[in-house]
């Protein structure tokens, strides 16, 4: 009965200054909505992140060169190396697909673009990446043992390249060598972080050829016959490579598993979505301010009105709760309309990355709205009940 | 029959050391039940500071202060704040009406701070603004209220919880003669219906409708005239 009547007073308080109470709930609606928001972002990177991944079949190995340790040298890794992984030692491999990247800037008329990924490979990479050709053809064995100038490119480079044209059997000008288009791949989408059809694939001798040079590869993919012979490739794999670089003690080179790429790339997402989280309740923290600020000054406003309460008999609990109810409203109403726009807003693509909501979050910085409102109300409303009625009623 | 008001060797020292201002220097004073006190005084003399404290709205800094037989002295604030509700109507020079409230929630207001039921808390508000002849004023808020009938609100808020004594200050030092009028004429039916009324003033219009007068210098009594 009593705490209905307090809440009343309460909310003719806000009432009465409507423009005060919108930009207060103002701040608490933009605070709520971006953590919403921005942790949807980053789910929403990571399960791209791990859909690219798993794109990538649960069969395949990754070997990259590392470091040596200090006093020995590392030996780079070499095609002649891909090449010993297939053979009568190693029954669990499939295929190993030398791998080259480099940097290029690929030229069409007057329009340029910067290639996000330019990969030499050989054929088998395009089966263990799962990439489809949408236009044209793939590269052939032939193409690589005669180091024909072709290349496949994904989708963002035939878009920025030949917008409106079919790209298949044009020339372009990749760091200034002409190559020939021989095929697109279909879209595979952005995997967040970056923008998986930004690529072009050339035959591995091409590359070499052109742009890298005959240094070591950045890679070797792997394809074990099996999800199930994984293990036994990788064994397989180590022992040759051993002995091919003469390793003691620390290797040369890493072999990542399919789960072990997921698990790094997901230490990363993760790492971005902590990071936009903070900057978000960031943003939560200056609204629960901004809500401390109105209410010491709706307090000061009202020290005479405080006064009058207090004469006619209203006690310290009273005028609390009422100036805390006040707060508290202010912040669930910002955070039931802060829920309201995260949740929209999730639903539209946001620099690439379609947001994917976390229940718990929406359900989270809710809660947490409300905390603010009693956390950052309370100091103002226990200054008000603290007030003496005669200083109180003296203020003018 | 016991004393409403009983006050002993009462003191209110504001500041401390050189600067200290004594309002009160023990005061004494006795009120019986049924009594209309005027308290009459240079400004200045602490008769203010007197009504306050006998209003609970203020604290001594010495001195005894029996209400209603109750002692004050030993209260903490959430006691003082029952007392204000139950036992004590006060009426400002100022009116103090809560700002862009209606009359009638400005009178229903200390029975919300009782515990009083809605309805019975809306019949209690209307009777007493029936007696306070505003009626046909209830959904006014104080800006669309005249100075007269503002205090006349006040008025009915001090008495709507049928206080043992109802205080004013200077209840009509802010009213033209019209308004005073009315506004003394309700306080003397109070009074009338055994209601104990203290009211400070500077009039001695005001004062002749006093039992008796009490002036006050310096912090203490210095006659009493009946």
New interface residues.
């Given amino acids: 009965?009593?705490i209905f009547?307090i809440a009343a007073f309460a909310v003719?308080g806000l009432t009465?200054n409507k423009m005060r109470s919108g930009l207060t709930t103002l701040g608490i609606l933009i605070g709520v909505a971006s953590v919403i928001l921005l942790i949807a972002v980053g789910n929403g990177a990571s399960s791209a992140v791990q859909q690219s991944i798993a794109g990538l079949g649960t069969n395949i190995l990754t070997i990259s060169p590392q470091r040596a340790q200090p006093g020995t040298t590392a030996k780079p890794l070499t095609t002649a190396d891909a090449a010993a992984l297939v053979g009568q030692d190693s029954p669990a491999v499939k295929y190993a697909s030398p791998v080259v990247s480099a940097q290029a800037t690929a030229g069409y008329g007057d329009t340029t673009h910067d290639i996000g990924q330019f990969i030499g490979s050989d054929p088998r990479y395009f089966d263990t990446t799962n990439s489809a050709v949408a236009q044209g053809n793939l590269f052939s064995d032939n193409d690589v043992q005669q180091a024909r100038k072709v290349v496949v490119i994904g989708a963002t480079v035939a878009a920025q390249l030949f917008p409106g044209l079919d790209p298949v059997g044009k020339s372009v000008l990749v760091n200034n060598i002409p190559f020939t288009v021989v095929g697109v791949l279909a879209a595979k989408g952005s995997s967040g972080l970056q923008d998986a059809d930004d690529l072009a694939v050339a035959p591995l001798t091409t590359t070499q050829n052109a742009l890298t040079g005959y240094g070591g590869l950045t890679q070797i993919v792997v394809q074990a016959r099996s999800a199930d012979a994984l293990p036994d490739a990788q064994a397989q794999v180590t022992t040759i490579l051993n002995g091919r670089h003469k390793t003691t003690g620390t290797a040369d080179y890493r072999i990542l598993s399919q789960d072990q790429l997921l698990t790094a790339r997901t230490a990363t997402t993760e790492t971005f979505t902590v990071l936009l989280a903070s900057v978000a309740a960031i943003s939560l923290l200056v609204g629960g301010i901004g809500i401390t600020n109105i209410m010491l000054v709706t307090v000061t406003e009202r020290i005479?009105?405080i006064?009058?309460?207090?004469?006619?008999?209203?006690?310290?609990?009273?005028i609390l709760g009422q100036f805390l109810i006040e707060a508290t409203l202010l912040s669930l109403f910002g955070g039931a309309l802060g829920v309201a726009a995260g949740v929209v807003g999730s639903r539209f693509t946001i620099a690439g990355i379609q947001p994917v909501l976390v229940p718990s979050s929406v359900l989270l910085a809710f809660a947490v709205s409300a905390l603010i409102g009693l956390f950052f109300g309370s100091y103002p409303a226990s200054r008000a009940a603290k007030l003496?009625?005669?200083e109180a009623?003296r203020h003018e | 029959m016991s004393p409403v008001i009983e006050v002993r060797d009462l003191r209110k020292t504001y500041g401390s050391g050189d600067t200290a201002v004594h309002a009160l220097r023990g005061l004494d004073l006795t009120v019986q039940k049924g009594e209309y006190i005027a308290i009459m005084g240079a400004s200045g003399s602490g008769k203010s500071t007197l009504l306050n404290i006998l209003g609970c709205l203020d604290v001594p800094s010495g001195g005894e202060y029996l209400l209603d037989g109750i002692d004050t002295g030993e209260f903490d604030e959430e006691q003082l704040s029952l007392l204000r509700n139950r036992k004590i109507g006060f009426v400002f020079q100022s009116f103090n009406l809560v700002p862009r409230t209606t009359a009638l929630a400005n009178v229903e207001l200390p029975l919300v701070y009782a515990g009083v039921r809605r309805a019975q808390r809306r019949e209690r508000a209307l009777a007493a603004l029936d007696l306070v002849g505003l009626r046909d004023r209830t959904h006014h808020r104080p800006n669309e209220l005249s100075g007269g009938q503002q205090q006349r609100v006040a008025i009915a808020r001090a008495l709507v919880t049928s206080p043992a004594i109802v205080l004013a200050d200077e209840p009509t030092g802010n009213l033209d003669t019209d308004s005073s009028r009315e506004v003394l004429g309700i306080l003397d039916r109070l009074n009338a219906t055994g209601r104990t009324v203290v009211l400070i003033t500077h009039e001695d219009e005001v004062a002749a409708h006093a039992m008796r007068t009490v002036r006050v210098v310096d912090g203490r009594v210095a006659g009493v005239l009946v």
Wanted: aromatic share 0%.
């Fill in positions: 009965m009593r009547e003719r009465a005479r009105e006064g009058i309460r207090k004469a006619v008999g209203a006690p310290r609990s009273s003496r009625p005669i009623l």
